[in-house]
DNA sequence: AGGAACGTTGACAGCGCTACCAGCAACGAC
DNA sequence: GTCGTTGCTGGTAGCGCTGTCAACGTTCCT
């Protein structure tokens, strides 16, 4: 017909078929499962694709199988180093897969993470990841329905919608004042920012550490709503120091606000960790080098990212995992910001040589 | 007749069409060019959708109109915070729009890049983001015949492709350089990590700067192809300054090792900037709250990506930019870490307080 | 030998949308 | 009054692929 459609100029699966000697299905066939082919016509077809140069059409193929072959990405920040970690996994699992990343970004808000599910689940993806527990109902229903797999990442908790895969952050928090407690120090103060979920939970643990050795105060906690950064690690010790000046510790709920309090400490000349020490969140690289170098909680953020991805594609492709919550633990990384407490102002590990000693716990369930 | 498919149970685009009493190609064009409707049928139009509840099914639409609304974005790393700021930047752009982002790392591999390239251009995007002017040639070719609109991102160069949004990175190494000759430093070391062709033009600027001054020694540079961390800014001016004892500053191509520096310096109890002075590049956030407070270069990393993606959206939807290479430019903050040099080992600026002094100023093209 | 069971292949009919073109009314120009 | 011209609308025919089911040949069983 003098139809003058753009026609794309691209090679046709069809066109695949001819050459390759068979019918247009059974060379649909050999993409999505060779195994169902002969071996003749499978060499045939993979041939004469090569050959061609074909590339299937995805557009095609999602509106006749009624699915994509889209992994759906919720987090709620791009910011983040935590989730540039976990992204990095994420990414590296899903590559050379058949299955494309996209990725959306709630702004920590669980309304605008709900806007984004019904976006999301509209085109049927193949599979979902998406930041913690704490969904809104509404999302939560719309969870429950999608007829695709689902990673929670980040924390663990109960009533896992699908799969889950995360650590105790209230955990977490506990064993970091912990060892701070081991090493002597008493009244320690907590510095968070943000106050997402997850923070929250921190904060939970830091209450109920303390709490459980009679030594929680309220005025020892400074939160803000704001996002975190390194200058706001010095303003709010700066804050936390004027309410109690004679603080032994500060357990950060996360590295960059250690930072900032490592920061404030040098230029009001507190000796860390003689006169306080330091506990940082997640184990940034920088923690390692900073002098002194900062005591963290280690969290596996690539690993989590990798094994989220690595399991939602084995459960799309109906292979599910025997173990569908996976909690990844954490590691209280010791360093010289929180050792052990002396009335001469040093600390006791010194040099950056020193080993860097690990406290290692699987998160327990709750 | 008696198929039983899924059907998958949506509200097609006929229904929306059937309820507003038009045909289902009037419904269509209310979705794209509403403008073309009478305003009686697109309020019909509208209702009826909003109704039914009706979400378009783009793999139906890329089908029928052999392009979709993706617009590819190809970045080296997703770790380096430098495109962590430009992604939110995108993200932010598209966000709400039609376009849907898909995000591939080309690990600083043009190799890699090529392929993904080859990929992406295969399901028609609409447009395209892609990082520096390095491409290979077959990549360059295929950029050129690509029927959508392109922008590269991060430096500016010859020879657009397309758009071009960036800045110099020659000249904002110079400006780096020449602020420690204005502040009387002299002996100016170059610490380098990763060596990917942006971080190389630095290196190239401040090489020129260097030798406009006579000043330039190939021993002043260390660099090295391991990706960048904190703890190789340590390592790094480790061997600089085994090599070279008695250098003034040190001209750091990013902040993480800029802070490396920083940390290995006050292990040495070398004073910063009394015997050293650092600058960095990028000004990421914890520069300005270091102690003492850190010289970087800034860069309009957010913008840039947000610009990116509008000019590109704007031009997807033919209204191209009248200035299709934007150079965003650059200042220097001048910080205690790079104050001038006096004989007793303390800065001429002190206390935190003090204010950053900038220097701005657009790259110049060439 | 008959037939059930399996593995392999192909024909058909769309998936939900849009490009293209034709048609139709309203309007102004000649 | 006739002929464009413009603005809006609709019909037709796919886009490139896959689900479904039927059909075929082969092997294995009883």
Redesign the interface.
Same mark, same amino acid.
Request: proline share 0%.
């Given at each position: 017909m003098g139809r003058k459609? =753009?026609k794309?100029g691209?090679i046709r699966l069809a066109e695949v078929a001819e050459l390759a000697g068979v019918s247009p299905i059974t060379a649909s066939r050999f993409f999505r499962n060779p195994e169902a082919l002969s071996v003749a016509k499978r060499t045939r077809v993979e041939s004469a694709a090569k050959e061609l140069g074909y %590339?299937p059409?995805? +557009?095609?193929r999602?509106?006749a199988s009624?699915r =994509?072959e889209v992994i759906g990405v919720l987090i709620p920040s791009? =910011?983040n180093?935590v989730f540039?970690?976990v992204?990095?996994g994420i990414?590296d699992a899903s590559?050379g897969g058949r299955y494309?990343?996209?990725?959306?970004?709630t702004r920590y808000s669980i309304l605008q993470e709900e806007k984004l599910l019904r976006l999301f689940l +509209?085109?049927?993806p193949a599979g979902l990841i998406v930041t913690g527990i704490d969904q809104t109902a509404e999302s939560r229903a719309m969870l429950q329905a999608a007829d695709c797999p689902i990673v929670q990442i980040m924390e663990i908790g109960p009533d896992p919608v699908d799969m889950m895969i995360g650590f105790s952050h209230y955990d977490a928090a506990r064993a970091a004042v912990a060892h701070l407690f081991e090493q002597g120090h008493r009244k320690i103060g907590f510095v968070g920012a943000r106050m997402d979920p997850r923070v929250q939970r921190r904060l939970d643990g830091y209450v109920s550490a303390m709490k459980d050795a009679a030594l929680f105060d309220q005025r020892l906690v400074v939160t803000t709503a704001t996002p975190t950064? %390194? =200058?706001l690690?010095?303003a709010l010790f700066t804050d936390l120091l004027a309410r109690e000046p004679d603080i032994d510790a500060v357990f950060c709920a996360n590295d960059?606000l250690a930072?900032?309090v490592l920061?404030e400490c040098?230029?009001r000349e507190i000796a860390v960790p003689g006169q306080i020490a330091i506990v940082g969140f997640n184990d940034l690289?920088?923690m +390692?080098?900073? %002098?002194p170098t900062l005591t963290s909680v280690r969290t596996n953020r690539y690993e989590m990212g990798k094994t989220a991805a690595t399991m939602l594609i084995e459960a799309i492709e109906g292979r599910r995992p025997e173990q569908p919550v996976l909690d990844l633990g954490f590691k209280v990384i010791e360093r010289q910001s929180s050792s052990a407490r002396r009335s001469d102002g040093r600390p006791t590990v010194s040099g +950056?040589g020193a080993a860097n000693k690990m406290i290692a716990l699987p998160s327990s369930h709750d």
């Open positions: 459609r =753009t794309s691209k %590339v059409n995805l +557009a095609a999602a509106l009624h =994509t791009l =910011t180093n540039s970690d992204l990095r990414y590559e494309s990343i996209q990725l959306s970004n +509209a085109q049927k950064s %390194v =200058t690690g010095g960059d930072l900032g920061f040098r230029r690289e920088f +390692a080098s900073a %002098v +950056a």
